[in-house]
């Protein structure tokens, strides 16, 4: 069966500090990764996808995610955080073929400004 | 346009008692899923539909609970002899089509809690 595992359930920073989330996986075939974030008081949005192609996903607000096979895991970095960060944020995996995700247990990240 | 909407935001109820979670999904969303948040835990997969149909009910914690759609379209949620164990945030999201290619757009979710 699949799992998601997340290091870290609480963290707090300092703006301008680096993040990184670590995220781990069980999962025997091809799996699709994701990063949802849900800010205060908002619903839960997507973040960042890898489907298939380059393993470093980059993009939305300054954060990218990297999928490392050999470690079944899927980091997501920022180098320097902002107090807009603080959320709550999701890692998740599918196996493609209904969009049903398994998630993992959450981090929040607050951020001080 | 619109997302996906949950009714009601909050609901408390007495243990026991029966409940009924909505979903209305965004228009033209093909797959819909029901998922649960407890305090401290991750988000717990529980149905999913493509159409009407409900191909994936493995996350059902026990047969208090069940779920349909109907015209492609409005979910419910039914929870049956409410436990306190079943507070938790029950979260909907929809998705264009089935498979990972389409995002899973989520509302913001029915808290319940049961006393």
């Known amino acids: 069966a699949q799992s998601v595992s997340q290091h870290n359930h609480h963290v707090i920073l300092s703006e301008a500090a680096s993040l990184e989330l670590g995220c781990n996986y069980s999962y025997g075939g091809t799996v699709n990764l994701f990063w949802y974030v849900q800010y205060p008081g908002q619903h839960l949005q997507l973040l960042h996808k890898?489907?298939?192609?380059?393993?470093l996903v980059k993009g939305i607000k300054g954060f990218e995610a990297e999928f490392i096979k050999s470690k079944f895991s899927f980091n997501l970095r920022k180098p320097s955080v902002q107090w807009s960060d603080t959320a709550e944020y999701f890692c998740a995996v599918g196996s493609g073929n209904t969009g049903k995700l398994i998630f993992g247990q959450g981090t929040t990240l607050q951020v001080k400004p | 346009g619109a997302g996906v909407s949950q009714s009601p935001s909050n609901k408390v109820t007495e243990k026991g008692k029966d409940v009924e979670l909505r979903c209305d999904p965004i228009?033209?969303?093909?797959?819909l899923y029901w998922y649960r948040q407890s305090l401290g835990q991750g988000l717990e997969f529980l149905i999913y539909?493509?159409?009407?149909?409900?191909?994936?009910k493995s996350g059902l914690p026990s047969d208090r609970f069940s779920a349909e759609r109907t015209g492609g379209s409005v979910s419910t949620l039914t929870i049956q002899r409410t436990q306190q164990e079943d507070s938790a945030v029950y979260l909907c999201?929809?998705?264009?089509?089935?498979?990972?290619?389409?995002?899973?757009?989520f509302g913001n979710g029915t808290r319940l809690t049961v006393t």
């Open positions: 890898y489907l298939s192609g380059d393993p």
């Open positions: 228009s033209g969303h093909t797959a």
């Open positions: 999201a929809s998705s264009l089509e089935r498979g990972n290619n389409s995002p899973l757009h």
């Open positions: 539909f493509q159409g009407n149909s409900a191909p994936d």
